[in-house]
């Protein structure tokens, strides 16, 4: 059963704190994503990695960093987190062969205070 | 630039009766178009695709037909369930390898 799991699952901090959210998978995939959700807005990347090391931006990148050093584990990095950063985050992965079918994980809802 | 609009955000129906919601795009590119959906408190999952233009595709009840002469890709279903409920985004392929462009999302409530 493909999964992709995401570490925390909720997590509150405070302003100007720092923000590790992690994703992994088990299905080998390639290609990993981070988005954010917010009402109204749908789903928004943030950065998208093609493999180990290969990480690129997305359409709101600024804010956020990315770390990707095994193919199954993709980090993401807020340094000096913002109210407006406040969102539930999402993890996706998917194969080469068919990019555009993600399988995405359970989210991390995270709260800058 | 790569866009796909959902005009609905919020649909209530009662169960039993049809629903279309509603997906048009813009794309510099050969159309590849994805419903997903998300139930409460849950991950997103892909419901439909298509790339073949007039064709109908189907998935657990939904059905969805690309038209490139109008940039519409919306989705229906004859006879909604309350199971149904849930949030449903559409997307467009975009430029780079594995871009995804959503929707805004339709929230879809089915009541008794």
């Known amino acids: 059963d493909m999964k992709v799991t995401q570490m925390p699952r909720y997590l509150i901090k405070r302003m100007g704190e720092n923000v590790l959210l992690e994703c992994g998978q088990d299905?080998?995939?390639?290609?990993m994503y981070w988005y954010r959700q917010d009402p109204g807005l749908g789903l928004q990347l943030i950065y998208i990695s093609y493999d180990v090391d290969s990480n690129s931006e997305g359409d709101i990148p600024k804010g956020y960093r990315v770390s990707r050093k095994k193919r199954e584990h993709f980090s993401l990095i807020l340094d000096s987190a913002k109210t407006n950063q406040t969102s539930v985050y999402f993890c996706?992965?998917?194969?080469?062969?068919?990019?555009?079918?993600?399988?995405f994980g359970p989210g991390t809802r995270l709260t800058v205070l | 630039g790569d866009s796909v609009t959902q005009t609905e955000g919020l649909v209530t129906l009662t169960k039993g009766l049809p629903v279309m919601l509603n997906c048009t795009y813009q794309t510099t590119y050969s159309p590849f178009l994805f419903w997903y959906v998300q139930h409460l408190n849950e991950a997103p999952k892909l419901l439909l695709k298509s790339s073949t233009d007039n064709k109908r595709t189907e998935h657990q009840g939904f059905y969805a037909t690309l038209h490139k002469s109008s940039s519409s890709f919306h989705l229906q279903k004859s006879s909604v369930q309350l199971s149904d409920s849930a949030l449903y985004f559409c997307?467009?392929?975009?430029?780079?390898?594995?871009?995804?462009?959503f929707g805004a999302g339709t929230q879809l409530i089915v009541i008794p």
């Open positions: 997307a467009s392929r975009g430029s780079a390898l594995g871009r995804l462009h």
């Open positions: 996706a992965s998917s194969l080469p062969s068919t990019v555009y079918e993600q399988y």
């Open positions: 299905m080998s995939h390639e290609t």
